[in-house]
């Protein structure tokens, strides 16, 4: 860990995008942060070097001068440590966002022993010194990539805690246990024990039941942070391009009257009511000898396999209730557990009854006009009825992050094998063992048992400036 020590050495860099705009912030970091800014900021309210002295939180406004040449007038806030993101000495300057004037600006900073910060370092940094455990460090990364009202939402859950109060809990109850066993170790040959074996186990399948829920909770939290796929599949010319095109308001894909013309998937993304959906037109699904065209209809199988929701789009002036019924049987040998909504397309309000009628008794069924985007408002609610998200509006965790379901699992596997040695009165030493292997696995999603491996994989794929 001796890369990850706490250090105060002086980092900076851009925290807004890059790219022109009004304004720009550039933030500083370590214990010479105000140090550095006083050698080029100038202020009519404030003495040279004064900066130093100014009452923390406070914006001021002044000049960026080097050598003379004013770059440009800012803003300075200044943070004080403890009370800072990243628990030191913090400075924020809001400049105008010219990347040229963005560019001299951390140019001197750097000059005057600042350097560049490093993909994440500020979050790190927050990390390192306690400000935030490993989960809400990576829920940091989750809120600023957010993109529907329900992945902010969780993010949000995290980042204050959410995840780590309910790990913090369970370790904590399996810690008392621990300790427990580990002081029979030391009277063994006593043959006594202190930790009584009916409550464990209680206490081992309480921590067990919540285990599994949060480790079912990951394919909701997967879809949300995401998007929950969606194939739209059917025979060739039922509208499957059309209906993509109506639902992203735009011309993503091709629409033609000859059959086979869509041979690739084809995937965009939409939020309907703050969900965020993922669309994949594939290829028409019948038998062809053409062999590009075949590899298409392989690879809308593949995509029915992996899509939470399938929506199965047939012509209703070409499918009649037989062979809608032959076709679904095809489709249903390969959607597993995802949802179906079967929509019948081409309707027009002459024979909207007759279809009713003839089609009426097919369970999740709905009947649009993708190309005069009739009941297109219709399919998205129900869309999102068919993927309820409620659960993230009360207070249970969503697990969302693929390294915390592997530890969860790991748990799983460690109070498993308590629970087991329990059954069969195994020796304290090895009901130890397992329960310090539980204890790590759950360390690992706070931080609490970490490498830097772990670290630099998490804090790379931050951007620079957070």
Known sequence: MAKYSVNNDTIAALSTPHGSGAIAVIRLSGSNSIA????????????????????????????????????????????????????????????????????????ILFKYGARPAQHGEFTLRAFLNGKLDLSQAEAVADLISSNSATSH????????????????????NL??????????????????????????????????????????????????????????????????????????DDDRAIVSDIPGTTRDVIEDELIIDGVLFRFIDTAGIRTTTDVIEQIGVNKAFEVIKKSAIIIYLFDTHELSRGDLELEMNVIKDHIGSSQLLVVGNKIDFENLEDLKQEFGDVSNILFISAKEQMNIEQLKNKLVGLFDTRTVNTTDTIVTNS???NALKNAQKALAKVNEGLSNHI??????????????????????????????????KFCIGK
């Open 36 to 107: 550095i800014l006083e050698n080029i900021f100038k202020t009519k309210k404030l003495k040279p070097k004064q900066l130093a002295h100014a009452p923390s939180h406070t914006v001021h406004f002044g000049l960026i001068v080097e050598n003379d040449i004013v770059i440009d007038e800012v803003l300075v806030t200044i943070f004080k440590s403890p009370n800072t993101y990243t628990s030191e000495e913090v400075v924020e300057i809001s400049c105008h966002g010219s990347i040229f004037i963005q560019q001299q600006i951390l140019q």
């Open 153 to 172: 939402q969780v993010a949000m859950q995290h980042m204050r805690g959410g995840i780590s109060n309910k790990i913090a809990v369970l370790r904590e």
């Open 175 to 248: 810690l008392n246990f621990a300790s427990l066993i580990e002081l029979e170790l030391d009277f063994s040959e006593e043959d006594v024990e202190f930790a009584d074996r009916t409550d464990l186990k209680k206490l081992i399948n309480t921590i067990l039941t919540i285990i599994d829920k949060l480790v079912a909770s990951f394919e909701v939290g997967n879809v949300i942070k995401n998007g929950i796929p969606v194939a739209i599949v059917g025979k060739p010319n039922a509208g499957k391009s059309t209906l993509l095109n109506i639902l992203l």
């Open 427 to 460: 020796q304290s030493d090895f009901l130890a063992l397992d329960i310090r292997y539980a204890l790590e696995a759950l360390g690992e999603i706070t931080g609490q048992v970490t490498n830097e491996d772990l670290l630099d994989n998490i804090f790379s």
């Open 403 to 405: 390294r915390h379901v």
